[in-house]
């Protein structure tokens, strides 16, 4: 069984900083992307930032320049800086994962990656005026 655990949410002041953990854990053979999403209140869930295996990361606009992504492959760890937090930084971020439990294998003639996408239970961060 693959989890995702988030930890390092929290309350700060507008200007402050926050650093996200996403550890997986469990059955893993491989960790193909990861990302950061977060919801509002009252709004939809948004991609924050992405990294893939390789570490070509993408932000989204709203956080560039504030945020930086980042991973431990051997720790099966994902890493959020957050800079410069404003109160819209307000959401419940979720940690998301493309992970591989086990090996690909054949099944007859098909070819499975077994690629499975996760979730984190969210972590609160709430930035004040």
């Known amino acids: 069984q693959v989890q995702l655990v988030e930890s390092g949410g929290g309350s700060v002041q507008a200007g402050g900083s926050l650093r996200l953990s996403c550890a997986a854990s469990g059955t893993i053979f491989s960790i193909n992307t990861m990302g950061w999403y977060r919801q509002g209140p009252g709004k939809q869930r948004e991609l924050v930032a992405r990294i893939t295996s390789e570490g070509t990361t993408n932000y989204a606009d709203s956080v560039k320049g504030r945020f930086t992504i980042s991973r431990d492959n051997p720790k099966n760890t994902m890493y959020l800086q957050m800079n410069s937090l404003k109160p819209e930084d307000t959401a419940v971020y979720y940690c998301?994962?493309?992970?591989?439990?086990?090996?690909?294998?054949?099944?007859?003639?098909?070819?499975?990656?077994?690629?499975?996408?996760?979730w984190g239970q969210g972590t609160q961060v709430t930035v004040s005026s």
């Open positions: 998301n994962a493309d992970i591989a439990p086990t090996p690909p294998y054949y099944s007859g003639s098909d070819f499975h990656e077994g690629v499975y996408n996760y």
